[in-house]
């Protein structure tokens, strides 16, 4: 009983983690979504009506793309902050492990839809710029724009280095002895990362989007510590209970 207390605890600090977490994102997914739309909305006064017909037309989807994203973003952490407490709180036993896992699961896909509605931004304001300004102030908004860009790549890449977790290692305060994602989870990450390096070796060209796939999948779920394989499976595990 006193373990059970105890790993309840932690289920129930990581609970409010995630809660935090929903909250910062949907915050400034709300900000950002408001000024998305409020470039959309006034693109009309701010063209010249000799501008480009086809440049006004991809201002105008980029910007709204970046609005629904954030918009997405901004009402999956809202529901995810206001349902996942309700279900660990006042579900039937087990609710807290499910309500822990199904967070992290949703914390991974709105982290992912936050980021492709800053990048959609980051597309908008460059063909904003590309279509409203002469050549000169272009050209250096423009390179402030990729400064911006390559400064901020930066900072994830340092913040990767220092807070790296790779999904397959990452435990939580599920009801076993060990605190461990299982043996047959770990074993599933473990071919993924299998695959990778065959297709690395063979290093066929047609191979190459693959890779970059795979690549890119392990770095994102590093980056945040958490995988879907990983944590679908904790999730499918509890809640067949």
């Known amino acids: 009983m006193g373990l059970k207390v105890s790993l ?6 990581e609970l409010s983690l995630y809660v935090k977490c929903f909250r910062n994102i949907g915050t400034m ?7 998305a739309l409020q470039g959309a909305c006034l693109s009309s006064y701010f063209f010249p009506p000799d501008s480009s017909e086809g440049m006004r037309m991809l201002y105008l989807v980029t910007t709204t793309i970046a609005m629904d994203l954030n918009v997405a973003a901004l ?3 809202t529901s995810c902050a206001a349902l996942g407490p309700g279900l660990a709180l006042r579900g039937p036993d087990g609710s807290m492990e499910r309500a822990v896992e199904a967070l992290a699961l949703e914390y991974r896909l709105t982290f992912l839809t936050f980021c492709l509605g800053i990048s959609a931004l980051y597309i908008s304001a460059a063909i904003f710029i590309i279509v409203l300004m002469n050549w000169l102030v272009m050209t250096v908004l423009l390179v402030i724009i990729l400064i911006s860009m390559r ?8 913040i990767y280095k220092k807070f790296r977790l ?10 076993h002895d060990d605190g461990s994602i299982g043996t047959s989870v770990s074993r599933a990450m473990g071919r993924r990362a299998e695959r990778l390096e065959q297709l ?9 989007p693959r890779r970059q796939w795979l690549e890119l999948h392990i770095l994102f779920d590093d980056f945040i510590g958490i995988s879907a394989d990983v944590y679908e499976k904790r999730y499918q595990s509890v809640a067949q209970r």
């Open 8 to 13: 309840l605890e932690i289920r129930e600090r």
């Open 29 to 35: 997914a709300g900000v950002f979504a408001g000024f």
């Open 75 to 77: 009402f999956a952490a």
């Open 151 to 158: 400064y901020t790549l930066f900072v994830c890449a340092r």
């Open 166 to 175: 790779p999904a397959d290692l990452a435990v939580g305060g599920n009801f």
């Open 200 to 208: 690395s070796q063979r290093a066929w060209l047609s191979e190459w």
